[in-house]
């Protein structure tokens, strides 16, 4: 694995309970690489779905299942792999009836079938999604700075 790379590995149980604490270590993760408010409140959102995608349909017909999520801080970008090994899904169908969202719906009239999945790619800039074992999908955000550079971990010392 490239030596510049900071790995997070993290496994919850599929639960909704769980599922913030994804959120809070994708969250924290951004904030240290300096990502905007705006940047880390869409990764939260795309982190959330993901597993409460898991959650909600990976393990219904069982009662015990985990989710992996992986976070890899990059230079310029932040990775999140969310993995379950649950029940797949027919990903082409899906993938297929996702559109674009009619906003002149209410809430209650939108349909709940690929909604986390629209709102994942809307957020995220690369979104793959494979589903041959349970199912994998990998989200990635990158750094803007706007021509700033900064670093969490840098302290300026001024010396004579």
Known sequence: MDKTVDVIKLTIPA?????SIARLASSGAACRMGYSFDDIEDIKIAVSEACTNAVSHAYKHQSLGSIQIMIECRKHSLSITVIDTGTSFN???????LKPLDTSLSLSQVSEGGLGLFLIDSLMDEVTISGERGVVVKMIKFLKRDGVERSADKVSTATD
């Open 91 to 97: 990903l082409q169908k899906v993938l297929g009836e």
């Open 15 to 19: 639960k909704p309970e769980y599922v």
